[in-house]
Nanobody
Framework: QVRLVESGGGLVQPGGSLRLSCAASGINFNFNAMAWYRQAPGNQRQLVARISSGGFTIYTDSAKGRFTISRDNAKNTVYLQMNSLKPEDSAMYYC?????????WGQGTQVTVSS
């Protein structure tokens, strides 16, 4: 059974930082590209950042320069370090493989950026 468990979200002021974690089980983590996605109310879920099995990373324009995706294959965990957070970063954040497997969605972790 596949489980992706996100954590690390919370309420932070604009300009602040958060580090999200996603612990994976039940998948061959080392061989999967992983990604972070987010969904704000009324919007579709969208890609934020992706990391290949070999550690190659890509970011959407909104994340570039502020967010860093990383992975620890020994811990089956993918991270998202988010700095210089803006109110528009407020959303539910999820991890999944990339390409997405619809069966893998977890509960997500809420990020709220507000003063």
């Amino acid at each position: 059974q596949v489980r992706l468990v996100e954590s690390g979200g919370g309420l932070v002021q604009p300009g602040g930082s958060l580090r999200l974690s996603c612990a994976a089980s039940g998948i061959n983590f080392n061989f999967n590209a992983m990604a972070w996605y987010r969904q704000a109310p009324g919007n579709q879920r969208q890609l934020v950042a992706r990391i290949s099995s070999g550690g190659f990373t890509i970011y959407t324009d909104s994340a570039k320069g502020r967010f860093t995706i990383s992975r620890d294959n020994a811990k089956n965990t993918v991270y998202l370090q988010m700095n210089s957070l803006k109110p528009e970063d407020s959303a539910m954040y999820y991890c999944n493989t990339n390409p997405i497997n619809e069966r893998y969605w977890g509960q997500g972790t809420q990020v709220t950026v507000s003063s």
